[in-house]
């Protein structure tokens, strides 16, 4: 899990800085509104969206946004139409990159993400050929300097956690989808501090990956977080990045 950890850890330090508020802002709204477009407006009735409006709340989104692209995924106001689509690939070191997309030009985003694959020791492989290495979870990330183990553990379990692993300086606990929200209000009520909450693809298995290596898959990571048509990126790759990140 720590190869997670540490492309977590970087991917959210940099979703804080203020200089990338914008881009952070437009992927939250894209989310928002397809999951209002596929599964209603209403967050009770929808897991998808009440995800995805917790996650604009932890970024500080104003209500407003939030409501608009509720809005235009139900259709009460005119938004684009966004293709979801994952493209899987390989990085540095033969590790797996998974890619979710959402994009109102599809051959626009292929094209993209393609060169972006080519252009950092990558290549985009076909459907299918990196998915299943990877299973849906919610995923809280909890700072091991705020929480013992024992505690962290009894709040998490009896709340639904499926298991609280110990990863460098954090503990990682890991739910079902379905059972990510409960789980977070557990920690919440029991004034548990967490760094982040998420739906998340955890590798299955590690590849570990030398310094080099590592330095190259998350300069690939971040040039495809940056892509306006990615939504999300995951990796099984092991990083290895002593004094560089």
Known sequence: MSGHNKWSSIKHKKMAADARRGKVFTKLIKEIT???????GDPEANPRLR?????????????????R???????????????????????????????ESLTDNKNRAVSEIRHIFSRHNGNLGENGCVAWMFDKKGYIEVAKDSVDEDSLMEVAIEAGAEDVRESDDTFEVITSVEDLSAVRQALEDASI?????????????????????????????????????????YTNANLSLTGVF
Request: charged letters at 30%; proline letters at 3%.
């Open 51 to 67: 995800q995805a409006i917790q996650a604009a709340k932890d970024e500080n989104m104003p209500k407003d946004n939030i409501e």
């Open 69 to 99: 692209a509720i809005k235009k995924g139900t259709g009460e106001l005119e938004g684009v139409n966004y293709e979801e689509t994952v493209y899987e690939g390989y990085g540095p070191g033969g590790a797996a990159v998974l890619v």
């Open 34 to 40: 397809v999951a209002a477009r596929m599964g209603g």
């Open 193 to 233: 501090k967490y760094a982040f909450a998420e739906i998340t693809m955890l590798p299955q298995n590690m590849v570990d990956l030398g310094q080099k290596e590592s330095e190259q898959m998350v300069k690939l990571l971040d040039a495809l977080d940056d892509c306006d048509d990615v939504q999300k990126v």
